[in-house]
């Protein structure tokens, strides 16, 4: 899998958006862009995931440049509960047998 | 049942003693992980079942740690004579393999320590 660099972490006021980027330049054609988070003291819960295309659900959106070498998460108004480590992962759909490794992320402070 | 579950939440445990943690995967998944969580640490795997597949143990940190899956459901991580270092947060999660996309579902995790 790809190899992902995150800032160690970021703080964002309450109500305003947070943009956490992602650097992915040595990405396959076929890896996908995965994020996960953890709020503390509760295990890694899936955000969204997307291969080139902008993705949105209802937790965040996910924009991925069009050489792909980089992404950006955005919480669009963040809040406090949205205090967590973000992580980025770059992954092959299926992955075979090989479990998903986790960076060290970014830890977001979402401050009031 | 709707997330996935695991148990005891909280252990407490003297050095040298056996431990087992326990897993229930959310219904119809057939992947299933164990990593563990030191303090301050980022997730560490540990074992990984894939159906009836043989597991992949590769994240095993010594011969003390061990894990089983019964029926392709429940699992337990047993760790014996328990060392100080072992103490962490073991997390499982499943996923569901058809879908091939790696949307894991974790659960909470079983906090252990080791006096």
């Known amino acids: 899998d790809a190899k992902t660099t995150q800032p160690p972490s970021m703080d964002c006021a309450e109500g305003r958006a947070a943009n956490l980027p992602c650097n992915h330049s040595?990405?396959?054609?076929?890896?996908?862009v995965y994020w996960y988070r953890q709020i503390h003291s509760q295990g890694p819960q899936y955000i969204i995931h997307?291969?080139?295309n902008n993705e949105t659900n209802e937790m965040a959106s996910l924009i991925i440049t069009e050489d792909r070498k980089s992404s950006t998460l955005i919480l669009p108004h963040a809040t406090l509960r949205d205090t967590a480590v973000y992580y980025c992962?770059?992954?092959?759909?299926?992955?075979?047998?090989?479990?998903?490794?986790f960076g060290k992320g970014t830890r977001l402070s979402v401050i009031a | 049942g709707a997330g996935v579950s695991q148990s005891p939440s909280n252990k407490v445990t003297e050095k040298g003693k056996d431990v087992e943690l326990r897993c229930d995967p959310i219904?119809?998944?057939?992947?299933l992980y164990w990593y563990r969580q030191s303090l301050g640490q980022g997730l560490e795997f540990l074992i990984y079942?894939?159906?009836?597949?043989?597991?992949?143990k590769s994240g095993l940190p010594s011969d003390r740690f061990s894990a089983e899956r019964t029926g392709g459901s429940v699992s337990t991580l047993t760790i014996q004579r328990t060392q100080q270092e072992d103490s962490a947060v073991y997390l499982c999660?499943?996923?569901?393999?058809?879908?091939?996309?790696?949307?894991?579902?974790f659960g909470a995790g079983s906090r252990l320590t080791v006096l």
């Open positions: 999660a499943s996923r569901y393999q058809s879908s091939g996309a790696n949307v894991l579902t």
């Open positions: 040595t990405i396959s054609g076929n890896e996908y």
């Open positions: 997307g291969l080139k």
């Open positions: 992962i770059v992954r092959v759909v299926g992955g075979g047998n090989t479990p998903l490794v």
């Open positions: 219904s119809g998944h057939t992947a």
């Open positions: 079942f894939q159906g009836n597949s043989a597991p992949d």
